[in-house]
């Protein structure tokens, strides 16, 4: 018997690449001999925090948002997230012409909750810890009549987020592993979808923190496993469960899934910003703490990286920084 069809195709990735191009910046893919070195493999790292709104997720918001009709489009659109998806999808809704209204947690950075707000957007905000902001979204959207874009479980956010794998084998050619940070699943899931098509054989590889495995656990078990919310300094990865239309993708598509910690983390956005000069927020670090902490095994020859986003203000950075210099000191 055949598989069931995947909620995202191929053919969806390279659509969402013509609606984007010239709307979403076409990011640089960096490279390293002192990292190369380290790593015993050619490392290529997809500059995802030099994308507008400096995350990957202005690709998905984008792609969703300008697919809706204009009598949604002119109602406006809601989004949920803890900050990037929350920034894309206020930005999104400004280069539509269109208004919107985000669902976002009170402990989010305060520089996330600010840009947002400054992209035109109304911020409403609730305790992750003991509220459900799926439930909290859905019931704000439909309150308003809005039209709500998910961060990550909705087809076209997935295509849209599969893009900057597509750009990234574009410009290396075949890669022998493809190491992505995973939060609800969605860039790993459009990513695996472009990867996979454009270099067979190729190992897709989650990164999540070690205290927010949800996707590791849940493809050990096969089915979608959840735990409490994590506590975590990668905010962007403190989900409790994989989302139902990235899991069916990742299920299929993805090899495996590594674990760092929060303290490898920190070693790796100090890397980036000492070796690469530049600056990745802790879930955008987690792939090269990956690989930097030796998380991958034995590393293939080419690796390609998906540094997912640098949004981090000058204050977090430094208090994250001085709490790396701590524990190298100990």
Known sequence: MSAAPLPVSFADVRE??????????????LTS??????VGAEVFIKAENFQR????????????AAQLPPEQLAKGIAAYSSGNHAQATALAARELGTTAVILMPEDAPRSKREATAGYGAEVVTYDRYTQD????????AEDRGLALIPPYDHPHVIAGQGTAALELLAETGPLDALLVPVGGGGLIAGSATAATELSPGIRVIGVEPE????????LEAGARVSIPVPRTIADGQALATPGELTFAVNQRLVDS???VSDDEILAAMRFAFERLRIVLEPSGATPLAALLAGRV???PRRIGVIASGGNIDVDRFTALTR?????DAS
């Open 16 to 29: 969402a690449a013509a609606r984007l191009d010239g709307i979403a910046h076409r990011t640089p893919v």
């Open 33 to 38: 001999r002192t990292l190369n070195s380290l």
């Open 53 to 64: 709104v400096g995350a990957f997720k202005f690709r998905g918001a984008y792609n969703a």
């Open 133 to 140: 902001r799926t439930a909290l979204g859905h019931a704000l």
């Open 211 to 218: 205290a927010g495995d949800d996707t590791k656990r849940s």
């Open 257 to 259: 899934v590594a674990l």
């Open 297 to 299: 095994g034995n590393p």
């Open 323 to 327: 709490r790396a210099d701590r524990v």
